[in-house]
């Protein structure tokens, strides 16, 4: 991706990349005084304290429970990625049918978590569930970026082909060999958010880390849950240690092998149930057209409208303070900006900040300055912040050392702001526009700190179980995304020309 | 061995990607506790043998994050026994035709919730919630709680006449028990609803800064955690099955076992000892 995105990049052009900035950066601030951020007055040392000796001093039990918990974590993910990245590969090469677009962005743009609690109804707590949770959303994120990456390639090898010859040939000989690094490396870092989502799963149910992650921060048995931080910032830090294309089908065998086993399954009609009555609403199942009407209006007066407000408030907020924390942690993380050894402790810090799932971050700052979107907000930045800045930092890493050094090269502050931040920022700020809509989904899911977002209503209807209400929301925040989506697209379009 | 446990697991993986169902004659049961989530596994492990013991069939038990989690479970047939709370008891039940509350923890006769709210907030304890409640920050439970929401909720709308969010400023939902403690200690939110069992052993455990933090009132009694059954287990699992299940789950008086809910002991319960608790869902339109 990252190839794929540089040659596009470098034809961007300086004053639409800045009129684009500051479009965003007005919007965000026109969201501040409406977006719901208060600070109250606390009292959390004893509790931080008791997080901050957590951490330090991680301890578990039953190392087998613990070491089950990572296998699970890893299977779903592995089984996941390697169903889904096919697929979106085969979806990508007739991306141009706009059925096929609606269809990635419609299953792409429903949180995982959400996903998960709608296969819940249909397979249980079960292996297929934790599956299909991740890869249904991951299928169109890969269709989308796949299909990017295909339309950045250059032309010129597909016309040496014959006329007549199909569209697959095309990919199969010229677009497909010419984008493979870049679809690799896309892969690769999918892989990486795939164990996270796998992780997040626990959280309704689902045997990886984050469901005795969740019950021991519930519990505030900090040392627990400090041993689960370190082991899943272990295994995302890991990553390229194990993970080796050799190994892979060895790995998905065993992830096969490994895959929790399901315990007393047994629904036949559930599936059908949920499709035919659970989700509509009564009144429209009886045909009663104006208690319909009066079911839709309270919705939208009570639920919808707020709701949507909220999170896109938040959403651009976040966005944009996410892109300070880029600017402001990248160099810390960079060979070029703080030096062969220094930059160790920043890459350290940008594996933390990354790897901590955003509800541990947002529950920090909930402790620190009380309930509101401020927390909320603070989390996503700081989490989304280290996952794109560790990317850039990346890059000035490979760009480094690809090239010799000159004496005359500006080091420090100076070397920051006029030679690798003006280098990085059409890709920082490409990345960022991939993530708008990850934050948007994310802020969804951040609802228990009382912030009435779309994501807090949705879990309010899958608790009441009213699965009526919960379609409906999904589907609204579903349709914000698509929005979302089309709008960083053309942003993006706006200042990084494909090449002809 | 190895190797045919690796057929198997294909074979199921294989089924469950069909959509086949998998249908075996084991009997499971699942839970949550009011405190204490960890160590599910280890803990209901016990469980599941001693009526495994009891009933003569293979008991498994299935561990849960959410009361919508268990109520789904209960609904598709994924487990046939479950510890519900007194809200999801009745949630369950009434998407379950035939299913019955067979028995209930001897302290859910008369469970309560208490009020509790950090020092700053300036609230004293009495015989009715303060006036001065107004404009405070509050947060409940887990949303579909019994103890740290539906009852909370139903006295304050009955003393104020309005709904929490517009009685407070803003309104969180701890998710759990224990947090809406550690929270309101924190200072994060500056009144909560909590179980009132959870308070006093996290009290006794030394986890409390009274200094900090007060109980300021207390509910009237309702009745809460139940053990509800689905109705068809006779058909599958024998005559007789359900009050065989009763039975065992009165005679259960194993400490250790008894701790996992945590229990002193279990009493027979029925459907109509929670229809105080349906009304009071249905009057703040948690059901419909």
Redesign the interface.
């Known amino acids: 991706m990252m190839v794929a995105l540089r040659q596009s990049l470098q034809q961007s052009s300086v004053r639409s990349l800045n009129s684009v900035c500051l479009l965003m950066i007005i919007a965000a601030l026109l969201a501040l005084p409406f977006a719901d951020f208060?600070i109250?007055?606390?009292?959390?040392w004893?509790?931080?304290s008791r997080i901050g000796m957590g951490l330090l001093l991680p301890g578990w039990q039953?190392p087998l429970?613990l070491l089950q918990a990572i296998v699970h974590t890893i299977a779903f993910a592995l089984l996941a990625v390697a169903i889904a990245a096919p697929l979106g590969l085969l979806l990508a090469m007739v991306f141009r049918w706009r059925v096929v677009r609606l269809f990635c962005a419609a299953v792409r743009s429903v949180h995982e978590l959400f996903w998960g609690?709608i296969f819940?109804?249909l397979?249980?707590?079960?292996?297929?569930t934790g599956l299909l949770a991740i890869l249904v959303p991951f299928t169109g994120m890969f269709a989308k970026v796949f299909a990017e990456i295909f339309e950045q390639q250059s032309n010129t090898p597909a016309q040496t082909l014959p006329q007549a010859a199909p569209a697959l040939a095309r990919y199969v000989y010229t677009l497909i060999p010419q984008s493979l690094p870049a679809l690799l490396s896309y892969t690769r870092y999918r892989f990486e958010c795939a164990l996270r989502s796998s992780a997040i799963l626990?959280?309704?149910?689902l045997?990886t880390l984050g469901?005795?992650l969740?019950?021991?921060?519930?519990?505030?048995?900090y040392s627990?849950a400090g041993a689960l931080l370190w082991a899943f910032l272990l295994l995302i830090a890991s990553i390229r240690y194990w993970l080796r294309p050799r190994l892979l089908p060895l790995y998905l065998?065993a992830a096969?092998?490994a895959?929790p086993?399901?315990?007393?399954?047994?629904?036949?009609g559930?599936?059908w149930r949920f499709i035919s009555e659970d989700i509509w609403p009564?009144p429209l199942l009886q045909g009663d057209w104006p208690a319909l009407a009066e079911w839709g209006a309270e919705m939208w007066q009570r639920q919808v409208w707020p709701g949507l407000l909220q999170t896109l408030l938040l959403t651009q907020v976040a966005v944009v303070l996410t892109g300070v924390v880029i600017l402001l942690t990248y160099p810390l993380a960079s060979r070029s900006l703080a030096g062969p050894w220094m930059r160790w402790p920043g890459r350290f810090l940008l594996l933390a900040l990354r790897s901590a799932p955003e509800m541990v971050l947002a529950y920090i700052f909930?402790?620190l300055f009380?309930?509101?979107g401020l927390p909320v907000v603070l989390a996503l930045a700081l989490h989304n912040g280290g996952l794109i800045a560790f990317l850039v930092a990346n890059a000035s890493d490979a760009e480094e050392a690809s090239r010799t050094r000159r004496p005359d090269d500006p080091t420090g502050l100076k070397r920051y702001a006029y030679v690798e931040t003006p280098r990085r920022f059409p890709a920082l700020l490409a990345l960022l526009f991939y993530r708008w809509e990850v934050i948007l989904r994310e802020s969804a899911i951040m609802g228990?700190?009382?912030v009435a977002t779309l994501g807090f209503f949705i879990?309010?209807a899958?608790?009441?179980?009213?699965y009526d209400r919960a379609m409906l929301l999904i589907v609204v925040g579903a349709l914000l995304n698509m929005v979302v989506d089309t709008v960083s697209r053309r942003l993006r379009r706006s200042f990084a020309v494909a090449p002809v | 061995m190895n190797f045919l446990r690796y057929i198997r697991h294909t074979c199921l993986l294989a089924l469950l990607l069909c959509g086949a169902a998998v249908q075996a004659e084991t009997f499971v049961f699942t839970a949550i506790p009011d405190q204490d989530e960890t160590q599910l596994q280890e803990r209901f492990g016990k469980v599941a043998d001693y009526l495994s013991k009891e009933l003569g069939v293979e008991v498994r038990y299935i561990p849960v994050k959410s009361y919508a989690a268990a109520i789904t479970a209960f609904r598709n047939n994924q487990v046939q026994l479950a510890w519900f709370g007194g809200l999801s008891g009745v949630q369950a039940r009434r998407l379950v035709p035939g299913s019955v509350a067979l028995a209930q923890g001897y302290e859910d006769q008369f469970f309560k919730s208490f009020f509790i709210a950090h020092k700053s907030a300036g609230l004293q304890p009495g015989e009715t919630l303060p006036e001065a409640l107004k404009g405070k920050t509050f947060t409940f439970g887990s949303k579909g709680s019994t103890s740290g929401r539906l009852m909370p909720e139903f006295y304050l709308r009955e003393q104020f006449g309005m709904a929490p969010e517009k009685l407070f400023s803003r309104v969180g939902f701890s998710g759990d028990h224990s947090r809406t403690i550690a929270q309101v200690q924190a200072g994060a939110y500056q009144v909560g609803a909590v179980n009132y069992a959870v308070w006093e052993s996290e009290l006794a455990a030394g986890k409390i800064d009274t200094d900090k933090v007060q109980v300021i009132w207390t509910t009237p009694t309702y009745p809460d955690y139940q053990w509800s059954i689905r109705g068809d287990v006779d058909k599958r699992f024998g005559a007789g099955f359900q009050d065989k299940v009763r039975a065992a789950l009165l005679d259960m008086k194993d400490p250790e076992l008894l701790a996992s809910f945590p229990r002193q002991s279990f009493v027979p319960a029925s459907n109509d000892d929670y229809d105080p608790i349906e009304e009071t869902a249905k009057a703040i339109d948690l059901l419909d």
């Not at chain 1, 397979?123 to 297929?128: E, P």
């Not at chain 1, 626990?202 to 149910?205: E, Q, R, T």
Request: avoid cysteine.
């Open positions: 208060r109250y007055s606390v009292d959390p004893s509790e931080l039953q429970s609690l819940m109804q397979y249980g707590i079960s292996a297929l626990g959280f309704i149910g045997p469901f005795h969740e019950s021991a921060f519930k519990q505030g048995y627990e065998l096969i092998w895959l086993e399901t315990v007393g399954f047994s629904s036949g559930s599936l009564t909930l402790l009380g309930p509101s228990l700190l009382g879990d309010s899958f608790e009441e179980i009213r």
